[in-house]
């Protein structure tokens, strides 16, 4: 080979070097771009599914058959302010295996509703609304019962989801 067809294949290999350099940094450039466009489409979806699960505590705080209250400080964000908000929840077993999560919010006109052991019913203060252990109206004027939340037992922690 002379020293003219050398210089040549050099030539062509650089010329190839610098093809393969160009279409890599592209091929990078373009897998960031992919991986920033898949994080900003599931990102807050798999954020959603951390958040919608509320850890309350340890069931072993739950006496059996007395509604329990719970209380959970949640972080709220709102555009760039954030801010906590507290989630309080009573909660009812009759086994240790099935849980009822509800409200402690009377469902008349949002006031928050209390236990009362003596009487074996949750009353509210504000218009002498009342409700049986299992969140049922049984006096005064609550439209509805209190509400009920999806539940569920891991490692012995109570979650419930968020309404
Ligand atoms: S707000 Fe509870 S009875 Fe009216």
């Not at 040549?8 to 990078?28: E, N």
């Not at 989630?87 to 402690?104: A, C, H, K, R």
């Amino acid at each position: 080979m002379s020293e003219e067809e050398e210089q040549d294949a050099s030539t062509v290999s650089r010329r190839d070097f610098m093809k393969t350099t160009i279409v890599g940094i592209g091929g990078l450039i373009a897998a960031s771009y992919a991986t920033s466009a898949v994080a900003y489409v599931l990102g807050p979806a798999l954020q959603q599914e951390a958040i919608d699960w509320i850890q309350l505590g340890s069931v072993s705080k739950i006496e059996m058959g007395v509604p329990t209250l719970f209380k959970a400080t949640l972080k709220t964000q709102t555009g760039w302010i954030t801010a906590d908000e507290e989630f309080t929840v009573f909660v009812l077993t009759e086994d240790g295996q099935n849980y009822v999560v509800m409200s402690n919010v009377c469902t008349h006109l949002g006031c928050r509703i209390r236990w009362i052991t003596e009487k074996e019913s949750f009353f509210c203060p504000c218009h002498n609304g009342a409700f049986s252990k299992t969140g049922a109206v049984i006096g005064g004027p609550p439209p509805q019962p209190l509400v009920r939340y999806e539940n569920k037992v891991e490692n012995g922690n109570l979650f419930v989801k968020r309404g």
